[in-house]
């Protein structure tokens, strides 16, 4: 005596446990993947934080690279000067401490060299 029972569409009660351990496996699969991409975003969320905090002025050249190259592809110059605009606004104090120390330096230094170059006695010229 056949003991299995037919379905609306002529599924069995054996074909139905099949694809519901079918369905199981790839609920699984699916589960682990997600997992496996959650891990992935937060390996690469913490390497962007990481990479941010030790080197803060990676964003703003970032920025103004993205930008001039937006600004080139669309050729105009006031969105080129409108990014770049931003991306200098959004600078890191540490980035404008380190251009404005460099400023110093190279402002000194070039007094330095001036006044170096006026401690040298220029020769006379005899008017007769």
Do not use: C, W
Not at 45 to 60: A, G, I, Q, S, T
Not at 65 to 85: D, E, N, Q, T, Y
Not at 99 to 117: C, R, Y
């Amino acid at each position: 005596m056949d003991t299995t029972t037919h379905g609306k569409n002529g599924t069995t009660h054996k074909n139905l446990e099949a694809i519901d351990q079918e369905v199981e496996q790839v609920e699984t699969a699916i589960k682990h993947r997600v997992e496996m991409v959650g891990d992935v975003v937060e390996d690469i969320r913490d390497k962007v934080e990481m990479v941010l905090h030790e080197r803060p002025y990676l964003l703003p050249a970032a920025a103004g690279a993205l930008g001039l190259g937006v600004g080139v592809l669309i050729g105009s110059k006031l969105s080129r000067m409108l990014v770049l605009g931003a991306a200098g606004a959004m600078m890191s104090d540490t980035v404008r401490a380190q251009a404005f120390k460099m400023g110093k330096e190279f402002l000194h230094n070039l007094s330095e060299s001036l006044e170096d170059s006026e401690d040298i006695e220029e020769p006379t010229t005899g008017t007769v």
